[in-house]
């Protein structure tokens, strides 16, 4: 009796309360298919690897600022600096309008969710191919990898942003109540550099030059984008062709809201919107597209 | 029993000029494109290949199932499907249960991040759960032995550590379903040896395992079943030792002697090229088939390019068609005492007759020098040459005037004494 015992035991382990017991044992059903014609965003298994999202931006973070020895001082340094650079050149040289604020405040308040945007762009862009142990290794949702791209920047913004509360008050500027809007324009920000990344990270696969137009792309797009000059000072006509680059509104809106300028027309703000969204399509038709020859392209 | 992967005419269609660059850059692309613009010329003809043609395969739960074959026969391309990492051009597959491969052992691993840290990262990598691996963390760190380095930086852990704590969190993720692809596992020999320990234990435990190897001896003693891939398709399903001893039997084809005219591209290094690998009879005349009753000569010419710093020496070692290894065998003469001088040297290892089983013998040379626990190999080909052992059925071989099946990697002739009591 006490033999059958044993062997039984041997073959069925208790089910140790310490250790948890694979779930999903008999459900996980994987089915392998073609990639699909029509190219979509599977929400639900974005979902199912929200964990992983997570994980790879915590890493991005936690090596960026283990492995820079300025660290935190860098996310608040560059946008300071430029800031500086571009009062110095624009507002005390050149005299540029900067929306009845002190040029600081203007430009800084600009600078901040436009260095957002190009570093997210720009890691983002990057993230397949520099990912590339990773994405020919395991399998996993790419589109992790942009988006965590443009996730990490939020981190920089945010430590930049208190240099921000500290102009504000240096030259008493006072924030309005579309405040309130102000995480509505950076998430129009975020959705364009999502974008934008999808589109880029894929073609840098394929293309190994286009990393280096990236940067000459972003420097010509911020000048386009109100940071040095306000876009209500371009002529009427341009100003609805600006309204294109969804960063006009994402500026002007943010202006609006932390430091108090005019409020955007809705008009504009509503085809940036639009354009926005465009990008985002476009991009993500593109990436979903191209996303199954990555493994054999990067 | 339940079927734990099932494909479906699972196919997989490159495009030739695909593979020879896969990437390139925007700038001729957009060359190439205006140039044909102007040339009227029409859009480039790429040739197309199936890696993976109509692949229908069903494996229980349970079973370890081994994928043979030659390189570019599709093995890898197969397993890249079944792990996701690229998509089928047609057909389906269906897999029942967590899926772990060895590919990704290690994969993820971020040399600033702690050792901690990566743990974390790796199983997320992986696939587990974050609770998952917060509930396996300590055995995870133990299983490594690396608990006081848990805080360290990976980048400051020898090879050997960051390996232990790799496939202490690739041990814990217990897949159902195991994917190894030993053609692309490339590491050092510790990895390799924990690579087929795993599976090993795996396979103990009752998984699901696919196996791809070129190691014919390790996929006959560990799969049940095999299947032999050529250009794509499946030609063969069966049990293992009869695909591999069909197989071995078929690339036989690498005859009874090699030659690598060019030095430059022969097997070796900077220290030794290997120039020619004969199979001789003891009047030096090549044989692709021979007498179990004669000694056969295995002749290995090779080119020592400098002077060697330890004393070298050639190795053979003959595999029979199961992939059992008959024997290792090295020139312990005095002739390879000495650190080797520059020159080109013929060594011949002479078989004596009477000693190996009948059939197809494959012979892997390697010149060598001894390391601390291993051989050092500088230059050697695996299944450079074969050979058919043959018995004229005369009688007076081992066999005696038995015709039937006869077991054994070798079949020597001993000498018997026999008293009557």
Same mark, same amino acid.
């Given at each position: 009796?006490?033999?059958?015992?044993?062997?039984?035991?041997?073959?069925?382990?208790?089910?140790?309360?310490?250790?948890?017991?694979?779930?999903?044992?008999?459900?996980?059903?994987?089915?392998?298919?073609?990639?699909?014609?029509?190219?979509?965003?599977?929400?639900?298994?974005?979902?199912?690897?929200?964990?992983?999202?997570?994980?790879?931006?915590?890493?991005?973070?936690?090596?960026?600022?283990?492995?820079?020895?300025?660290?935190?001082?860098?996310?608040?340094?560059?946008?300071?600096?430029?800031?500086?650079?571009?009062?110095?050149?624009?507002?005390?040289?050149?005299?540029?309008?900067?929306?009845?604020?002190?040029?600081?405040?203007?430009?800084?308040?600009?600078?901040?969710?436009?260095?957002?945007?190009?570093?997210?762009?720009?890691?983002?862009?990057?993230?397949?191919?520099?990912?590339?142990?990773?994405?020919?290794?395991?399998?996993?949702?790419?589109?992790?990898?942009?988006?965590?791209?443009?996730?990490?920047?939020?981190?920089?913004?945010?430590?930049?942003?208190?240099?921000?509360?500290?102009?504000?008050?240096?030259?008493?500027?006072?924030?309005?109540?579309?405040?309130?809007?102000?995480?509505?324009?950076?998430?129009?920000?975020?959705?364009?550099?999502?974008?934008?990344?999808?589109?880029?990270?894929?073609?840098?696969?394929?293309?190994?030059?286009?990393?280096?137009?990236?940067?000459?792309?972003?420097?010509?797009?911020?000048?386009?984008?109100?940071?040095?000059?306000?876009?209500?000072?371009?002529?009427?006509?341009?100003?609805?062709?600006?309204?294109?680059?969804?960063?006009?509104?994402?500026?002007?809106?943010?202006?609006?809201?932390?430091?108090?300028?005019?409020?955007?027309?809705?008009?504009?703000?509503?085809?940036?919107?639009?354009?926005?969204?465009?990008?985002?399509?476009?991009?993500?038709?593109?990436?979903?597209?191209?996303?199954?020859?990555?493994?054999?392209?990067? | 029993?339940?079927?734990?992967?099932?494909?479906?005419?699972?196919?997989?269609?490159?495009?030739?000029?695909?593979?020879?660059?896969?990437?390139?850059?925007?700038?001729?692309?957009?060359?190439?494109?205006?140039?044909?613009?102007?040339?009227?010329?029409?859009?480039?003809?790429?040739?197309?290949?199936?890696?993976?043609?109509?692949?229908?395969?069903?494996?229980?739960?349970?079973?370890?199932?081994?994928?043979?074959?030659?390189?570019?026969? $599709?093995?890898?391309?197969?397993?890249?499907?079944?792990?996701?990492?690229?998509?089928?051009?047609?057909?389906?597959?269906?897999?029942?249960?967590?899926?772990?491969?060895?590919?990704? %052992?290690?994969?993820?691993?971020?040399?600033?991040?702690?050792?901690?840290?990566?743990?974390?990262?790796?199983?997320?990598?992986?696939?587990?759960?974050?609770?998952?691996?917060?509930?396996?963390?300590?055995?995870?760190?133990?299983?490594?032995?690396?608990?006081?380095?848990?805080?360290?930086?990976?980048?400051?852990?020898?090879?050997?550590?960051?390996?232990?704590?790799?496939?202490?969190?690739?041990?814990?993720?217990?897949?159902?379903?195991?994917?190894?692809?030993?053609?692309?596992?490339?590491?050092?020999?510790?990895?390799?040896?924990?690579?087929?320990?795993?599976?090993?234990?795996?396979?103990?435990?009752?998984?699901?395992? %696919?196996?791809?190897?070129?190691?014919?001896?390790?996929?006959?003693?560990?799969?049940?079943?095999?299947?032999?891939?050529?250009? $794509?398709?499946?030609?063969?399903?069966?049990?293992?030792?009869?695909?591999?001893?069909?197989?071995?039997?078929?690339?036989?084809?690498?005859?009874?002697?090699?030659?690598?005219?060019?030095?430059?591209?022969?097997?070796?290094?900077?220290?030794?090229?290997?120039?020619?690998?004969?199979?001789?009879?003891?009047?030096?005349?090549?044989?692709?088939?021979?007498?179990?009753?004669?000694?056969?000569?295995?002749?290995?010419?090779?080119?020592?390019?400098?002077?060697?710093?330890?004393?070298?020496?050639?190795?053979?070692?003959? %595999?029979?068609?199961?992939?059992?290894?008959?024997?290792?065998?090295?020139?312990?003469?005095?002739?390879?005492?000495?650190?080797?001088?520059?020159?080109?040297?013929?060594?011949?290892?002479?078989?004596?007759?009477?000693?190996?089983?009948?059939?197809?013998?494959?012979?892997?040379?390697?010149?060598?020098?001894?390391?601390?626990?291993?051989?050092?190999?500088?230059?050697?080909?695996?299944?450079?040459?074969?050979?058919?052992?043959?018995?004229?059925?005369? $009688?007076?071989?081992?066999?005696?005037?038995?015709?039937?099946?006869?077991? $054994?990697?070798?079949?020597?002739?001993?000498?018997?004494?026999?008293?009557?009591?």
């Amino acid at each position: 009796m006490t033999d059958t015992e044993l062997e039984v035991r041997e073959r069925a382990p208790a089910p140790d309360p310490e250790r948890p017991q694979p779930t999903e044992r008999v459900e996980r059903v994987t089915v392998i298919k073609p990639a699909p014609r029509w190219p979509h965003l599977d929400v639900r298994e974005l979902w199912h690897y929200r964990e992983l999202l997570g994980r790879l931006v915590w890493r991005d973070i936690a090596v960026r600022y283990k492995q820079t020895s300025i660290g935190v001082a860098w996310a608040v340094l560059q946008p300071l600096l430029t800031m500086v650079v571009f009062t110095l050149i624009f507002g005390y040289v050149g005299g540029f309008a900067s929306k009845g604020l002190q040029y600081q405040v203007f430009s800084y308040s600009a600078l901040l969710p436009w260095f957002y945007f190009a570093s997210s762009v720009n890691l983002a862009s990057n993230s397949l191919v520099s990912n590339r142990g990773l994405v020919t290794k395991v399998y996993f949702p790419r589109i992790l990898l942009p988006l965590a791209g443009v996730t990490v920047p939020i981190v920089d913004f945010l430590v930049a942003s208190v240099v921000l509360v500290g102009l504000m008050f240096w030259y008493s500027t006072a924030p309005s109540a579309a405040i309130i809007l102000a995480p509505a324009f950076l998430l129009l920000a975020f959705v364009t550099a999502l974008g934008v990344a999808l589109f880029f990270s894929a073609m840098t696969v394929r293309y190994r030059d286009v990393p280096y137009a990236i940067p000459f792309l972003l420097q010509s797009w911020m000048f386009v984008s109100g940071v040095v000059l306000p876009i209500s000072e371009f002529p009427e006509y341009a100003q609805w062709l600006l309204a294109l680059n969804p960063m006009t509104a994402v500026i002007n809106g943010f202006q609006w809201g932390v430091v108090g300028a005019g409020a955007p027309e809705l008009g504009k703000t509503l085809i940036s919107v639009g354009a926005a969204a465009l990008f985002f399509v476009v991009g993500l038709w593109y990436f979903r597209r191209s996303e199954p020859k990555f493994a054999d392209t990067i | 029993m339940s079927v734990a992967i099932a494909t479906e005419e699972l196919s997989k269609r490159y495009r030739i000029g695909e593979l020879q660059s896969a990437y390139g850059t925007l700038r001729d692309s957009l060359a190439a494109a205006a140039k044909r613009l102007v040339q009227r010329d029409h859009a480039p003809h790429y040739e197309e290949i199936w890696a993976l043609k109509d692949v229908s395969l069903e494996v229980p739960e349970g079973q370890v199932l081994g994928v043979i074959g030659r390189n570019g026969a $599709g093995k890898s391309t197969l397993l890249k499907i079944l792990t996701r990492i690229t998509t089928p051009t047609s057909g389906r597959a269906e897999i029942r249960g967590r899926v772990g491969s060895l590919l990704e %052992v290690g994969t993820g691993f971020h040399p600033e991040l702690t050792g901690r840290e990566n743990v974390f990262l790796n199983g997320s990598v992986l696939g587990m759960k974050q609770r998952e691996i917060q509930g396996r963390f300590d055995e995870i760190v133990e299983f490594a032995g690396v608990e006081q380095f848990l805080d360290t930086p990976v980048k400051r852990y020898s090879s050997g550590m960051s390996v232990r704590l790799a496939f202490a969190v690739a041990a814990h993720l217990e897949p159902e379903i195991l994917l190894v692809d030993e053609v692309l596992a490339v590491g050092d020999a510790e990895f390799q040896r924990r690579c087929l320990g795993r599976m090993e234990d795996l396979s103990q435990s009752g998984r699901t395992i %696919v196996f791809v190897s070129h190691q014919m001896q390790a996929v006959a003693q560990l799969c049940d079943r095999a299947v032999l891939l050529e250009k $794509g398709s499946v030609t063969l399903d069966g049990s293992s030792a009869d695909v591999v001893a069909h197989y071995l039997q078929k690339v036989g084809g690498s005859g009874s002697t090699r030659f690598w005219p060019d030095l430059e591209t022969a097997p070796g290094g900077d220290l030794i090229r290997l120039r020619s690998v004969r199979v001789v009879e003891e009047d030096g005349e090549e044989a692709a088939a021979v007498d179990v009753r004669r000694p056969v000569g295995i002749e290995i010419g090779f080119t020592v390019r400098r002077f060697g710093e330890v004393p070298i020496f050639p190795k053979v070692k003959l %595999v029979d068609q199961r992939g059992n290894v008959a024997f290792n065998a090295i020139d312990t003469s005095s002739r390879w005492q000495e650190p080797p001088h520059p020159g080109d040297y013929m060594a011949t290892a002479w078989i004596p007759g009477n000693l190996l089983n009948e059939g197809l013998i494959s012979v892997q040379v390697d010149v060598c020098s001894f390391g601390a626990t291993k051989f050092v190999h500088h230059g050697g080909c695996a299944d450079a040459v074969s050979f058919h052992v043959q018995d004229p059925g005369e $009688g007076d071989s081992a066999r005696g005037r038995f015709t039937g099946q006869w077991k $054994g990697v070798v079949r020597p002739l001993l000498e018997w004494t026999t008293e009557e009591r």
